[in-house]
């Protein structure tokens, strides 16, 4: 059986609540008061089928006020609200159930439960925080309500709180979350070396690698911290790994990559060419992160670069219609178109989310749109029709 929409639904689930009510054999409220219900939710149901939803709300708590048996149709009209965004609604919707006094003790656990997730849509998160972290001390909700609680740590970037709260739900038995209690400790470790505490932010690495091993982002912040020190061997050896681990890095490690080269002088271009040799099928990688790192003082990265403007089609095209030949470019032309991109780069997205398709300038850990951990990719073409129409970018 079909319904034109939810709240029809709804109406008929509210009218086999009010009808479950009379055929109830429980004890029944005075005469008087059951009537009184009985005239609310009817007008409640009639006002739902109208899709009158504010009239609606109002006839159901006045019936509320007396029938506790009706409880489960306002549990659907809470979560209808807050489905449909009429968080206010929702709210009240719970806070209702939460205020009667003779409800069951799993009833009222439930409609806390609803009242917190009405609170985090609502971007209450303090009020949610408060709800969740009682009803992740035990109950029927507790680990769904630490899988919760985790989310609000993560905004609030408690990432104390946020990795004992992973310890407690794998300690229950739930699968651990390796790689975002790793990003955990990273986001630990980046706090602190900002703020000039190097031993700290080693300390947080160690106990990101001892949750997960071959770590690319703990082995890029702990590169940064032997670059900071002077440790260009331990760097290198570090961002050699990243390299073989993953080429959609190439674009991460490269600046870091040509700051050790750099200092190396004439060895430095060397370094680097075997590198890139190291990883033939991330050529594409490397000469997209050169353009968009400014790396084109080492010959091996202007090849690799040249070499794409001739087999990237639109590129090619792009600069025949110059009067240029791809091919035959001269050192300084390639340096100047390498510019070009590299300010097209910065107004167009350069990432894209694996789960969701969130795109953005800047590179995140974690996806702002569907908050997974590793989850974006960089781009390594340059989207010019976007580029020339003024970039798309979202804000990173
Ligand atoms: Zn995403």
Request: charged share 30%; proline share 4%.
């Amino acid at each position: 059986m079909g319904f034109d929409s939810p709240w029809t639904f709804l109406a008929v689930l509210a009218l086999g609540g009010a009808i479950g009510f009379y055929a109830s054999r429980r004890p029944r409220p005075s005469a008087l008061g059951a009537e009184h219900v009985r005239t609310s939710y009817l007008a409640g149901v009639n006002f739902l089928v109208n899709e009158q939803t504010d009239k609606a709300l109002e006839a159901f708590l006045r019936a509320a006020e007396l029938d506790g048996d009706t409880v489960e149709t306002h549990f659907a009209l809470g979560s209808l609200y807050r489905r449909r965004g009429e968080v206010d609604r929702a709210i009240r919707i719970h806070q209702n159930i939460v205020n009667r006094s003779s409800l069951p003790p799993g009833q009222r656990e439930q409609a806390r439960y609803a009242l917190a997730q009405d609170y985090l849509r609502a971007g209450l998160l303090d009020r949610a925080e408060a709800i969740l972290e009682e009803l992740a001390a035990a109950g029927a909700h507790r680990m769904a309500a630490m899988r919760k609680l985790i989310r609000i740590y993560e905004v609030e970037r408690d990432w104390e709180r946020a990795i004992s709260t992973h310890e407690e739900l794998a300690k229950a038995g739930r699968p651990a979350q390796e790689s975002a209690i790793g990003h955990y400790y990273c986001e630990l470790a980046e706090t602190a070396r900002g703020a000039g505490r190097l031993e700290e932010a080693k300390q947080h690495l160690r106990k990101a690698r001892g949750v997960q091993r071959r770590f690319a982002r703990s082995a890029l912040i702990r590169a940064d911290i032997a670059i900071e020190e002077g440790d260009a061997e331990l760097a290198l050896r570090l961002l050699r790994r990243v390299v073989e681990q993953d080429a959609a890095l190439i674009v991460e490690a490269l600046p870091r990559l040509a700051r050790v080269a750099r200092k190396r002088d004439a060895d430095g271009g060397s370094m680097m060419a075997t590198l890139v040799d190291s990883r033939p099928d991330g050529r594409q990688e490397f000469a997209f992160a050169a353009i968009v790192n400014d790396a084109l003082d080492f010959p091996v990265l202007e090849t690799l670069v040249r070499t794409q403007f001739e087999r990237d089609e639109t590129l090619a095209g792009l600069i025949g219609a110059l009067g240029k030949d791809p091919a035959t470019l001269d050192s300084r032309t390639v340096v100047e178109l390498a510019g070009v991109l590299r300010r097209l780069a910065a107004s167009t997205p350069r990432y894209r989310c694996a789960q969701c398709g969130f795109s953005s300038s800047g590179h995140f850990w974690q996806c702002p749109g569907c908050k997974s951990w590793d989850s974006q990719r960089p781009l390594t073409r340059f989207d010019l029709v976007a580029g020339l129409e003024g970039g798309r970018a979202q804000p990173a």
